[in-house]
């Protein structure tokens, strides 16, 4: 009998069905160069780069913790069908990008090879741990890799881009430095105009539930007087949370920055102290209103300037 | 009056003769003027074509120099970049080629009501990764225990075969099922369910080789083939050390499909079947073939924006073994069915709890069983640092030992150490 189900017209239904499975895959975007990012604003910088000669989706939606990215077996396939993988780098990635690489069949996305662009090189990074130990929490050892909410750094992730794709598509090349070109002149007068709008933000103290943030008040002049979390990737214990909400207090900090935390202890605190609680995501994407990365930090820096006024 | 009539002749003259003399300079003098200002008019021309051609010509300097200064920029930058990660590799350099180290502790405190308590000291494991080449990569988990210790594995995996395969090689967890193949501390509960441990025999390990194959579809879909001496830890249907008839190894196929229901919510489903075409047990001289299937459903509940502090995990397997038992002097060819099911709930991002529901049929006793009902409490310490409390009831009629009767309490300890992951597989 279950010879029977495989004679004759089932077998011819079971071939074509995937045959019509595998051309689907093969057409799409056969012309284009697929690139796959890990986080939102890297593939919105990649698009502006690459304009139609790519064809660039984000894995992460934006709205995950940036160390919390589910494992999904549905990248995999992304991965494997990938040209170039773009990521932010300094182990930012390092709890889930490498577990798809390892069953996504692809080397040429493999790290080290040239299809990997790592957008971190050339960054200036800030934090980077003089003691690298898990007694201090859950460190990147290479540094804090939250660069992007800087715009002055993102024109360095550009370029990494833009040297990314010549690299592995050089007949591009001259499209993608003019793109870049354009991109870097667009975001430096984006970059006037935040700087300008960004005046109030200049010296204000704010706390952050993990350290995310400190590019951004780099950049635009505030000042982090602590986190919500004990150490980096640790959860605050009681008497941490005492301590916070005394120097809160005591050093009249304005802000209490969260993203895809629990908002739990950031509403205890600010009920304590009177701080002002702030949910801002470190990813982009998250909304109509963050879908591009001069949208994002224009989104970011909008809110947080309406936060204090 | 003569006088003054000589006067004005005189003054007449005068003007008329002034007149005449200095009429004709005046108009040399208008035409100079107008000479030099169209003299100057020309000049001014000139130093303006001048200015504007000095004007065009610095700011082609100027855009020149942009884009010197664009080049310079970016040649910095990838100059950095190189001299960054020189740095990295000088300061990596003496523990450049070293693997990837970790090691898991693992220890319970234990009542059984039916055999006391014990301090479980269950595993101290040791994990090694690394790039072989450019061509593969190798791992080893080496345990030790209160058993001894042995290599749990120690594998090479090929990264760059063509047409989406992959091959691996060496002594390894068979790719059967979701939870057999997990190592027993990466479990959502404490212990290994009866049902896999009496199914499968515990683990899934296994000495053999594995070619995996990424399907080029749109949506995840994986298969595995396999070939091994023996499947199962505590299998002891073969002998692991002796050559034999090929005919007496175990070959697996597996199929793994995951579905994205929306962005917080999938599904995961696979399907492994193992065949051994010949197996002698004790008491039987007869032998025959064995077939243990396997089904694994998972559910996920993962909201990406708060995935860290919710979510929900619901698996359940369904195992089938059929195959020659001897029981009362008469060998037969039986079929056994078990399974297990579980959910788990994120409580908020250190704490989680859950519910394992546990069938274990005896496969040498057809019609007996153990079922087990644990509920589990997790604290999540840190990312490395695990507390895990798990009350479990069984309610046995195989009888074969008493430790898998009545009720028990756990408390169980797992630690990190270094890098310690297993990867895609146990995600």
Known sequence: ?309 | MGSLVRKSRLVSGCVVLSYVFLLPRTGLTQESTTDTLRRQVTEMQEQLKKALERIDQLEKEKSANTGKIDQLQSATTARLGEVEKSVQAVQSAPTALNPAMGLVLDATAEHRAKVGGTFNFRAAELGIAASVDPFARMYSFINGSREGVEVEEAAALTTSLPWNLTAKGGRFHADFGRLPKYHEHELPFVNMPLSVERMVGGETAADGVEMVYLFPTPFFLRATLGGYNKMGEENERLDDSKSRAWSRFTYLGRLNTYLDITDNHSLELGTSMTYTPSVRLVGDPVGGDRLLNGIDLTYRYQPLSSLVYQGLTWGSELFTNRERIPFDDVAKRRLSIGGYSYAELKLNKSWSTGFLFDYGPSIEKPGKKTIGYSPFLTWNISEFNRLRFQYSYLRDSVRADKEDAGNQFFLQWTTVIGAHTHGFLTR
């Open chain 1, 1 to 309: 009998m279950k010879i029977e189900l495989l004679k004759g017209k089932n077998w011819k239904v079971f071939f074509i069905s995937l045959a019509f499975i595998w051309l689907q895959t093969g057409l799409v975007s056969a012309q284009q160069i697929r690139a796959v990012a890990s986080w939102p604003a890297l593939a919105d910088i990649t698009k502006q780069i690459g304009k139609e000669l790519v064809n660039v989706e984000s894995l992460a939606t934006g709205v995950e913790d940036p160390h919390g990215v589910p494992v999904k077996p549905s990248f995999v396939p992304r991965l494997n069908r990938a040209d170039v993988l773009i990521l932010i780098g300094l182990d930012d990635e390092h709890a889930w990008i490498p577990a798809l690489l390892e069953v996504a069949g692809n080397p040429k996305i493999l790290l080290g090879r040239p299809g990997y662009i790592d957008c971190s090189v050339g960054v200036p990074v800030l934090e980077a741990p003089t003691l690298v130990d898990r007694s201090e929490g859950d460190l990147h050892p290479k540094g804090n890799p939250h660069y992007l909410l800087d715009p002055v750094r993102a024109k360095i992730v550009a370029q990494n881009i833009a040297r990314g794709l010549s690299r592995n598509f050089p007949q591009h090349q001259q499209a993608f430095e003019k793109n870049l070109k354009a991109y870097v002149a667009e975001l430096d007068k984006w970059i006037d105009r935040w700087e300008k709008m960004a005046a109030p933000l200049r010296g204000i103290k704010f706390v952050e539930y993990h350290p995310e943030w400190i590019y951004l008040a780099d950049r635009f002049g505030m000042k982090r007087i602590g986190s919500v979390e004990l150490k980096p990737g640790i959860e605050p214990t009681p008497n941490h949370l005492v301590d916070l909400t005394q120097q809160i207090k005591q050093e009249k900090a304005q802000l209490l920055i969260y993203g895809a935390q629990n908002p739990r202890v950031p509403q205890q605190i600010s009920n304590e102290t009177g701080i002002k609680v702030l949910r801002l995501y470190s990813g982009g994407g998250s909304g109509p209103e963050t879908d591009s990365y001069i949208k994002w930090i224009d989104y970011t820096v909008r809110t947080l300037v309406q936060s204090v006024s």
